[in-house]
Antibody, heavy 121, light 110 residues
Framework: QVQLQESGPGLVKPSETLSLTCTVSGDSISTYYWGWVRQPPGKGLEYIGYIYYTGSTSYNPSLKSRVTISVDTSKNQFSLNLRSVIAADTAVYFC???????????????WGQGILVTVSS | QSVLTQPPSASGTPGQRVTISCSGS????????VNWYQQLPGTAPKLLIYSNNQRPSGVPDRFSGSKSGTSASLAISGLQSEDEADYYC???????????FGGGTKLTVL
């Protein structure tokens, strides 16, 4: 059973960089898409971006100028960097997996439990 | 403002059947399959329906999904108290090259 676990600081100062890592266990990080989704307190889900194990990425245009997603296949991990954060970036950040083909293609099927990141001085 | 449109709330009594709608456009629901998620308070979204109408292993057959054109719906029959949760629709968007979500529907079991 694949499991995803987010890790990183729960508090980030305004204008600094939010850095999170998602560790994948129970499956290889290869052959899937790996995405980040966030949820501000009391609000809905927002797609941030995704990466393929080869390093190919795609980002939400609304965040593209501030986001970088990277992958470390040797550690079965992928990471999110969000630069120049503001209070509106306060949210629960989820990492998730998507198959690349078959009936479940482009479905975020397995999710991490999420990590609350607060942007505050 | 979410790309996919859902009603903010829905309700029903135990045993009833409720439906939740999700409206999109040609770049998302019109060209791609729809997924539905259930989110209990303080937890991650749980995949409920994928590929418009497929249930992952372990999801009761009380949950069903359908899609027509640029709209989709989730139906829950035999409503139970544990179904009280937030429900989100999602789809791949070809213009965005990423996933879009509905704003979520809060289901209350009266």
């Amino acid at each position: 059973q694949v499991q995803l676990q987010e890790s990183g600081p729960g508090l980030v100062k305004p204008s600094e960089t939010l850095s999170l890592t998602c560790t994948v266990s129970g499956d290889s990080i290869s052959t899937y898409y790996w995405g980040w989704v966030r949820q501000p307190p009391g609000k809905g889900l927002e797609y941030i971006g995704y990466i393929y194990y080869t390093g190919s990425t795609s980002y939400n245009p609304s965040l593209k100028s501030r986001v970088t997603i990277s992958v470390d296949t040797s550690k079965n991990q992928f990471s999110l960097n969000l630069r120049s954060v503001i209070a509106a970036d306060t949210a629960v950040y989820f990492c998730a997996r998507s198959p690349t083909g078959g009936p479940g293609a482009r479905t975020l099927d397995y999710w991490g439990q999420g990590i609350l990141v607060t942007v505050s001085s | 403002q979410s790309v996919l449109t859902q009603p903010p709330s829905a309700s029903g009594t135990p045993g009833q059947r409720v439906t939740i709608s999700c409206s999109g456009s040609s770049s998302n629901i019109g060209r791609n399959t729809v997924n539905w998620y259930q989110q209990l308070p303080g937890t991650a979204p749980k995949l409920l329906i994928y590929s418009n109408n497929q249930r992952p292993s372990g999801v009761p057959d009380r949950f069903s999904g359908s899609k027509s054109g640029t709209s989709a719906s989730l139906a829950i029959s035999g409503l139970q108290s544990e179904d009280e949760a937030d429900y989100y629709c999602a789809a791949w968007d070809d213009s965005l090259s990423g996933w879009v979500f509905g704003g979520g529907t809060k289901l209350t079991v009266l």
